[in-house]
């Protein structure tokens, strides 16, 4: 393997055998250190303080781009990640991802089945800040095994969400209570 970026030549690229810190007199520097081969060296913030965020600005209108040149999958190691309000994320050539809406709801009414004909039901619940743009997904935690929500979805109206329900017996069921985690994916 040649070794590309150990030039001599003067008009070649400039050498430091340590970590680089830059403009941490003014008390918010930039560190950049070295790892040796089969490490991957890290970029982090230099200052005083114990804790200290870096941020990542273009300049303009200009893009950030991360990745690999073998296009490898980012991976992020903290144990959250967070959006800010308004932000985008957009997957390839499709539709721009906002976010998610996590909501457990406890006391969700189950629908009565006491009529041994009936199959499904529609009921409605609320969940703050989803609409009709958005794609939900519906996790019962303590039903009946024989009853079972088949469908979810965004209602017509602001912070509604409609629920199929179906059994999946002919014996009759009454209404009880359910909790209920949704997800809703914004777009």
């Known amino acids: 393997m040649p070794f ?8 070649g690229y400039t050498h430091f055998g340590g970590a680089l810190v830059v403009g941490s007199e003014l ?4 560190e950049l250190n070295p790892n ?3 490490s991957a060296p890290n970029i982090m ?11 990542l600005y273009s300049k303009g209108s200009g893009t950030i781009s991360i990745g690999s040149s ?10 959250a990640v967070t959006l800010s309000s308004g932000s985008v994320l ?3 050539s499709t539709a721009p991802f906002a976010g998610f809406i996590r909501q457990i709801s406890t006391g969700v009414a189950t629908p009565d089945f006491t009529s041994t004909g009936m199959m499904g039901i529609i009921s409605t619940e609320t969940m703050v800040g989803v609409n009709s743009s958005h794609f939900v997904l519906a996790n019962p935690v303590n039903l009946s095994t024989a009853v079972h929500i088949t469908r979810a979805w965004a209602g017509s109206t602001a912070g509604s969400i409609n629920l199929h329900w179906t059994k999946i017996s002919t014996v009759t069921i009454a209404a ?5 985690r949704f997800l809703a994916f914004r777009f």
């Open 4 to 11: 590309n970026y150990r030039s001599t030549n003067t008009t």
């Open 27 to 30: 008390g918010s520097g930039i």
């Open 36 to 38: 040796s081969s089969g």
């Open 45 to 55: 913030p230099a200052g005083d303080e114990t804790n200290k965020g870096i941020g």
């Open 70 to 79: 073998a296009n490898q999958p980012v991976s992020f190691v903290s144990t």
């Open 90 to 92: 957009q997957v390839g």
């Open 176 to 180: 009880s209570t359910a909790t209920v």
